[in-house]
């Protein structure tokens, strides 16, 4: 049964230093709140663990939160280039940042390994592509049967999981819609989960489209409306496209986007919003 | 009549054309999706439309600033996981039309959008792989749509993200990719494809007003042409009505 | 585009002797009607694939159109045996029924690889029943991570799946809902595809818990209401508890199963329901 | 006070005491569901109950016939897929206790539901395994719920569909099942554990007036018993009371 509790606690609970952790949602639903949050505990040495950076990321690492990231697509959607990654790989600024880099299949695919309790998966990709004389973790696998070769990726296991999801009951369980990108496999992956929700109910309504991930299999529920801003919540927001194109700006130079962490992560809760 | 217009205007209606209605094509952010939605809203108004994010059939109003916008998920015929998009729909070869972009284009028509420089020490860390490893792979056919240059246009990428046809002919058959590989690639310039024996990217057809010698300028190999190259039919008023609808919101 | 058309036709169409079929719903959907009409049209030699043959391949088995069985558990689910089964594996009758065993996880896996292009599927499953001495396709897999012993079982394509929905739209993309089961990766393990349907409708209205199939991913779609009994739709119709109890005495001996078959299935349209 | 019972009521209501409140159970079809459902309607109302069917937290009013009734989705916190049920929630080894039936049990708990006489040419031919190999390797534990015969308690099964112990002590660990095994099996007569250094089944409770000698006798193995053996508490009132409720629909 999921303990509901204060994003705080819940990140104080769960999150170490030098632990591997995945924030997981794909453009939608994706978890600020909780990643400004580890930001502010002043978290050091993450493993980063996300298919797509996203700004959360590119913010986690500007900040110094990562010594390692495993990725698979690290840009602004539709923008342009994550700054704050590019200056740590480039510039190692403000710490060197090691990366493992894959194909969004593969990550898929270990993830869902790490779901489904197995050490592997197996999936046609990479084949030819330069990724993996530069990722140890890709290797060839010969079927039993055919003797055809294929790629095999090792599953990802995190410490920790965080998703952001629309809905919970007082039990912990957790309804989510529209896109529900990789958050299912992230989550029942990791050894320990935060689910964020904008909103807690008494009772799940069911709805169209929406996947239930029940209480018992999470660890901490913490309500937090508005927690996967400048991402959205399908029923609740709206992507903030302006803050995404913004972004570019901010964080092209180290000062303005510490001056804009300064003022609107780290400073108190009142500007949290 | 035809009206004026933009190269880039050019580019997105020849690939736009390229799309044939009822066909599933699975549609990378950017140029890419444009062009993808300009043939929905004109010639193609059955085209399936897939995206990484999970959504089968979406009918955005306009391109989607991301792949994951709520709108495809509104409209789209059916949402499914992450993995499932991947493991269900793409790698089994169900995809009509593959549908890239890339930093980086070479001869073979692989494809960078990785790094430009060393990978442990790049000049410029681009996004990297997302879906396209796996859709160059497995996708029927792949349409690359990016602009021509010297810079893009490489003999040989810094890096290969995405594989076209490797180091040559039988490359694709021997890494076991069960896709077609690049059957086009659209430029601001010009249409090029794979030279049936040889497997590199010839000029099939200029657009108007472009020269083969501007083509070769922007090009970092020497590169040839189709035995009967012609020249691209313009944007219709039409075409360009549409476009301008779909991308107006937004430069 | 999956072409709407009549039962008949769809099966003349895709189901020919000696292919390899698979008719799936677990408990729920299952697709009774499609089924009969196999067994109506004469097919021989058929490949029979299915988790639970339940009462259907007991039907189709003792008219005689089995070569091959796959399965994974061969009851008259919360009531007992297959008696044609059982006849056809201890005594040959009405043909010798060869079978290929397995357990639900091994066969629910070898869809997920049919539906994903790949050869093999890996699982934790089977190690140290008897299993793989007996069902050559079982073959033992290391990770090439780990060097940990695992279990392949080589993919599922059949020639031809058929399954029960709820609904579908005039472009054959069809919805279905409640207990899912392994239908969406048996169609899309399959070369062809028919799927039967409670009713066809102008739109698919959302539902919460319902997933849909894409029309242009099935080949034929059918209009079959009551199609699934005595299985059910959830929406439409509920279980038939009372047949399932009283095909054990129906299917008990060969006259009292042969009897019925006639008059229920191959007698005139008028008797098929 | 006590009722009168039958064997088998006292058979259930000894399997449905050993389901602690919110833990989760993978239930079998037939005895082991009335048991996980008689433990939901008494002491353990938070009980998860999962079916093979996909069905997770089903709260059904009756139990069902068949492990996919539509009660059991109605019910449900979650509905997933066939596949998902088995890679997602029972193989990682998420599920605490699996509830297993069985036509042969043996000295060490290994279970046949396969079939009687060769594999070949059976004397009789059984469903087979369904999801009982992968339940008995992957749930925390396992308890198993069988009507005592010489029949069903034979020394060695005829097939081994679900592995207990193997062959003796070490065996799951070789094997790399990562569940913990059978941890109790429930007949009609008595209680049994595997002893915790040869992993031999031994009793270490009789039912009510039911003699040593008599589970002896049908048992197919030199039958043992724990250094402390007791006697079953016998059903109360309000467990038959609630066993009636939920039977009372059918035999």
């Known amino acids: 049964m999921a303990t509901v509790t204060s994003l705080a606690d819940a990140v104080a609970d769960l999150v170490h230093d030098g632990d591997s952790v995945a924030l997981e949602g794909f453009t939608h639903l994706i978890p600020y709140a909780a990643g400004h949050e580890i930001i502010r505990q ?57 990366i493992e880099e894959h194909s969004h299949a593969g990550i898929a ?50 410490d920790v999981a965080v998703v952001h999801a629309q809905r919970a009951d007082r039990r912990g369980n957790v ?6 990108g990789v958050q299912k496999e992230a989550l029942l992956a990791a050894r320990r989960s935060l689910v964020t929700v904008e909103e807690m109910v008494e009772e799940l309504e069911p709805r169209p489209g929406a996947i239930v991930l029940p209480g ?10 508005g927690g996967s801003h400048p991402s959205y919540s399908a029923g609740y927001s709206t992507r903030d496209n302006g803050f995404y194109l913004a972004w570019d700006e901010i964080s092209r130079s180290r000062e303005t986007f510490t001056a804009w962490m300064e003022e609107h992560v780290l400073a108190g809760a009142e500007a949290r919003r | 009549m035809t009206a004026a217009y933009t190269s880039d205007e050019m580019m ?25 939605n300009l043939a929905r809203g004109t010639h193609a108004p059955d085209l399936v439309l897939i995206y990484e994010s999970g959504t089968i059939g979406a009918r955005p109003d ?28 793409l790698q089994p070869g169900r995809i009509d039309v593959g549908f890239l972009g890339a930093a980086q284009i070479d001869r073979f028509a692989n494809i960078n959008t990785t790094v430009i420089g060393p990978y442990a020490n790049p000049r410029v860390r681009l996004p990297g792989a997302g879906g396209a490893p796996e859709i160059a792979a497995s996708c029927r056919e792949v349409t690359v749509i990016v ?75 020497d590169l040839a042409t189709a035995p009967d190259l012609r020249e691209t039919t313009p944007p219709t008023p039409a075409e360009l009505d549409a476009l301008r609808r779909l991308t107006g919101s937004r430069p």
Do not use: K
């Open chain 1, 42 to 98: 002043g978290r050091r040495d993450l493993t980063l663990i996300r298919m797509t950076p996203d700004l959360i990321y590119d913010q986690m690492i500007g900040m110094g939160c990562a010594r390692r990231l495993v990725f698979s697509w690290g840009g602004n959607p539709g923008v342009g280039s994550l700054h704050r990654f590019r200056d740590a790989v480039q510039n190692r600024w403000p710490a060197p940042l090691e």
């Open chain 1, 109 to 158: 695919n270990a993830y869902v390994a790490g779901a489904s309790g197995l050490p592997f998966a197996v999936l046609r990709g990479y084949r030819g592509t330069d990724l993996p004389g530069h990722t140890a973790t890709v290797r060839p696998i010969t079927c039993p049967f055919t003797g055809e070769e294929l790629t095999a990726v090792p599953a990802i296991n995190p």
């Open chain 1, 175 to 180: 309804q989510l819609w529209g896109i529900t």
């Open chain 1, 216 to 225: 018992w299999a999470i660890t901490h529920v913490s309500e937090v409306p």
């Open chain 2, 12 to 36: 997105t209606v020849a690939a736009a054309r390229r799309l044939r209605d009822g066909r599933s094509c699975f549609v990378g952010i950017g140029l890419p999706s444009t062009a993808a």
């Open chain 2, 62 to 89: 306009l391109p989607p600033l991301s792949i994951g916008d709520g709108v495809l998920a509104d409209t789209a015929d059916a949402v499914v996981s992450v993995p499932e998009i991947f493991n269900y729909w």
């Open chain 2, 147 to 221: 602009r021509q240059s010297r810079r893009a246009f490489v003999d040989r990428v810094d890096f290969v993200t995405s594989v076209g046809f490797g180091s040559g002919p039988g490359d694709r058959e021997r890494l076991g990719l069960r896709g077609g590989g690049p059957r086009t690639v659209i430029t601001d310039l010009a249409i090029l494809e794979p030279d049936p024996t040889s497997c590199e990217l010839v000029v099939t057809h200029l657009h108007p007003g472009v020269t083969l010698d501007q083509a070769r300028a922007a090009t970092g190999w």
